[in-house]
Structure formats: C-alpha cells, structure tokens
C-alpha cells in the first residue's frame, strides 16, 4: 500500500518533468536525422510556458471541461499504473481519457478539429485491441508455472525473475506497432500531426489556444510516460538487473519510435486499421494462444 | 530579451499576392542550412497557435478578408512580420489595378523586412526582431501591474 502511494505520487509530481525532456529528447534527435542543430532540448517546457501566457480564446465552456477531462484522466491512468493496481483498470480509464479529447474536438465543431477528432476514433479502434490483448498477455504469461494469472501489475513484476517478454514476444512486437499510433508518430499521426502544414492543420488540437493547449501538451507527457512504463514491464522481473535492462529496452524503443517517424510518410486510415489488426492478430494473438497451451 | 514569449515563437506563414518570390525564402528557413527551429521558431500553420503573422506579398481585394479574418483568430500577444517589398507597400504590384497595398493598409504591421526577394538572413532577423515586440507586448498585455 506504500509502495503504490510512493509511486502515485512520484509519478504525479515527476512524470511532466521527464516527459517534457523526452519530448526534448525527440525534437533534438528528429532535428539530428534531419541534418539540423534543432532547439534546446528544454524547449518542449519553454513551449509550454508561451502556451500559459498566452490568451485563451474558447469556442465554448465544454472545450475547457473536457480538456480537463482528458489531462485528469490521462493523470489517473499513469497513477493507477504506477501505483501497481490493476492493468485491465489502467486500460480501461486510458480509453476513457482518449475518448475525452475527442469530445472536446467534437464540441468546437470546427471542420479540422472534427476530421481530427474522426481520425482519433479510428486511432484508437486500431490499437485498443492490441492495448487490450497486451493486459491478457501479462495475466497468461503470470499463470505459467504453480501461481495463478494476475492482472495486478505489482505481482506482474515480481511473480518470476524471467522477464514477461520471454513469454510474450510477439504481444511485445504488437504493443511496439501500435505504440507508433499512441505516440502520434508518422506513419499513424493521422489525427495530430507534430509537423506543420498538414491537409487538416493541427487536426484534433486545432482549436486549442494558450492554456488549453499546454494543458493537452502536459497531459502528452503524462500520456508518454505510462506508454514507456508499459514498455518497461514487459522487461522488469524479481531480479536487480531488470530495472536497468528495462530503461535500455525502453530508450531503444522510443528511438526506434523516432527512425520511423522520420523515415515514413503517413498513411491512409484504413492501412493504418487494417495492418493494426493483422499485426494484433499474427503476432499478440497467436502468442497467447500458444501460452494457453502449456 | 529571451523570456517567456521569445523563446518558443509559433509562426503562421500567409501567402498574400506575392510571386512566390519570397514564400520559397521563408521556406527556406526551415532547411538544415538556416533551421530556423534552433530559436524554438516552429511554422505552425495554425493561426489559433501561432504568435507571429508572417505575411509575404501585398494585399488585394480578395485576400483582405483572409488576412482579417487570420488576424482576428490569433490569441494575443501576436506580432505581424511584413516579409519582403510586397508586403511593406506593395512593391513591384503596387500600380496593379487590384492590389490595395502592404499588410499595414488592413492590419498594424510591427516589423518590415524588406528585399526582393527578401533573404532567408534577413527574414530570421526580422523574426527576431518581432520576438522584442511580442514580449512587449506581452508585458502590456498583464497590465503593467503583474510584472
Ligand atoms: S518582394 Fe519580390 S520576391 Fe517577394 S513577393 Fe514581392 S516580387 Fe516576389
């Protein structure tokens, strides 16, 4: 129970700090492959500062509940995680925190905000599946040998000192595809584009100003955080040398994140959908099918 | 001079009735030779995210409403950039029968960067410039008292 405090509270408090500075992190890299110097690697927070002092020009007072909405949720959802509860909870409220921000694009009825807020269902009916098998993944991988399955994520930690990757190497490969989706990274950033001059300007965030828009910015990093965190417990186990084998494994997948980024054109939502769901099938699926056997 | 506007300026790029001359200029500033992102400068083609209005070209009669309207949708504090001779005046479409003149005919302009076409140094500069600006007005915008 003090753990899960411990680590809710860490992560409330410290989870923007460190998401800003992955965002840094991104801009400098992305700005590198492209052969430029790029901007100080603090600029995601001098960004978000501007946002602040800026004026707020709202459409509507439903905007300012539901980007609320969202960056609570967003919040909540890192906390459950962190705090070591139950994965099939954290799942659940990261898809009801989505669903705020497309309600809130939604109310503006501005034709880019909504084509946005269109595009992000279609995000999110792509990699929910795979979110989904990724929790069933842990509770069967958990059930392997003398305990029962679990979906708690402090058991999935410690329950064995061999990583669930071992087990669940083609749930990671599928978490690792749709992860493009959830970071808004080319070629799946189809709903919000981190690059200017897209066909719908800034799609679901078009309509966000000053304030509104730190708040969404924050509540990425938040978002960014959780996404590695789950990244990381498919590598951590009982023993010492998961945890720094864990920050490898999730470095390595954010650059990989990165390369395709920069090295892909975006693509059309329904090849998006299509090889989401192949992919959740052939690689999450098949796997667990296997682990049913033993 | 670089606090809280000035170190992350969003521009939102308009093409006016230039002749391309000085649009590709502007682009030019995003290439790896200029990289205008160094400054936390991003060409965002947003206008409800952006803080400097960069105009190129002058202003006609049909573009007038556009340029109001973009204006009008930017959150304060916002800067306008005028970016090469079209914009300042009118340049060389000046006499045109359809061209009103520069930006300043329908909106307050606060930095001129003239050329034709105008340089990609030049147009950073002009940037930079109209960074000053913004954080001054940023400050009158608290009212004074807050600062
Ligand atoms: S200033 Fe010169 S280059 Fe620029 S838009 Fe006018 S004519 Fe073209």
Redesign the pocket.
Known sequence: MVGSMIGIVLYLVFAPFVGGLISGIDRKLTARMQGRIGPPLLQPFYDVRKLINKEILLINNMQFLFAWCFVIFIAFTGALFYGGVNILLVVFVLTTAAMFLVLEATTTNSPFSVMGANREMMQMLSYEPMVLLTAVGFYVATGIGPHDGTFNISEIITHSDIPNVVYLPGVFIGYLYILTIKLRKSPFDISMSHHAHQEMVKGITTELTGGMMALIEISHWYENVFLLGLVALFILCSKWWSIPLALIVCAAAFFLEVLIDNTSARVKWDLMLKSAWIITLVFGAINIFILQMF | MATKVAKSPWLLHYDGS?????DIEVLACLTPIYDVERFGIINTGNPKHADILLI??GINTQNKAVVEQLYSQMPEPKVVCAV???ACNG??FKECYNIIGGVDKVIPVDVYVP????RPNAIIDGVVKALGVLEEKRKNMKGGAAE
């Open positions: 230039s002749c391309n001359g000085c190129t070209g090469g001779i079209c340049g060389v050329g034709c076409a105008a």
